[in-house]
T-cell receptor, first 119, second 119 residues
Framework: DGGITQSPKYLFRKEGQNVTLSCEQN?????MYWYRQDPGQGLRLIYY???????QKGDIAEGYSVSREKKESFPLTVTSAQKNPTAFYLC??????????????????FGDGTRLSIL | AQKITQTQPGMFVQEKEAVTLDCTYD???????LFWYKQPSSGEMIFLIY??????QNATEGRYSLNFQKARKSANLVISASQLGDSAMYFC????????????????FGTGTLLAVQP
């Protein structure tokens, strides 16, 4: 079955440490996204990528970095510069929206998430 | 700026009854898309239903329907015949306007409504 795999499910970070969250998809989607969710809140966009070797900052990119070397993979690194990293991180993918191309109703598909906590 | 507002932090409904979850949005773009997602306690985001700004009819998907009132900028989700498994967080999201010369499927999320279905 096609889908999005995020790993690990739970992750702990020590002070001053960088950690990397994995996101792999086999849906053949060009676009991939990283969101952060804090308790009782909606999702906020960290980074997104519409094509391999290209990515853009979202609304809360500070303290995070990404790479997109392969279509299937979009890892997120939470750097030591992110002072409040404790959150639930969700990865998503989609067909890129092309106006008039008939894909307007295509949703983003999400992984199961990674819970990051600071030690 | 584009914004999604969900004013109901929590809702209760009796099993087998219908429930309406409110969503209002703000955008100056004439072309947009509205999505509803369900997030169970396990964390994954499940796509439920989509409504395009130019769609003539309200969207329906099984027990889910969307009460789309464009002039009032509201896109309320109606769940008919509630089931215990419907207990979850529900998020309304809007796709941002298109970027000319490119493609983007970025979503803006509301803060969600926690639905509890009582037996």
């Amino acid at each position: 079955d096609g889908g999005i795999t995020q790993s690990p499910k739970y992750l702990f970070r020590k002070e001053g440490q960088n950690v990397t969250l994995s996101c792999e998809q086999n849906l053949n989607h060009d676009a991939m996204y990283w969101y952060r969710q804090d308790p009782g809140q909606g999702l906020r966009l960290i980074y997104y990528s519409q094509i391999v070797n290209d990515f853009q900052k979202g609304d809360i990119a500070e303290g995070y970095s990404v790479s997109r070397e392969k279509k299937e993979s979009f890892p997120l690194t939470v750097t030591s510069a992110q002072k409040n990293p404790t959150a639930f991180y969700l990865c998503a993918s989609s067909i890129p929206f092309l106006q008039g191309a008939g894909y307007s109703n295509q949703p983003q598909h999400f992984g199961d998430g990674t819970r990051l906590s600071i030690l | 700026a584009q914004k999604i507002t969900q004013t109901q932090p929590g809702m209760f409904v009796q099993e087998k009854e219908a429930v309406t979850l409110d969503c209002t949005y703000d955008t100056s773009d004439p072309s947009y898309g509205l999505f509803w997602y369900k997030q169970p306690s396990s964390g994954e985001m499940i796509f439920l239903i989509y409504q395009g700004s130019y769609d003539q009819q309200n969207a329906t998907e099984g027990r889910y329907s969307l009460n789309f009132q464009k002039a009032r900028k509201s896109a309320n989700l109606v769940i008919s015949a509630s089931q215990l498994g419907d207990s979850a967080m529900y998020f309304c999201a809007m796709r941002e306007g298109q970027s000319y010369g490119g493609a983007t499927n970025k979503l803006i999320f509301g803060t969600g409504t926690l639905l509890a279905v009582q037996p």
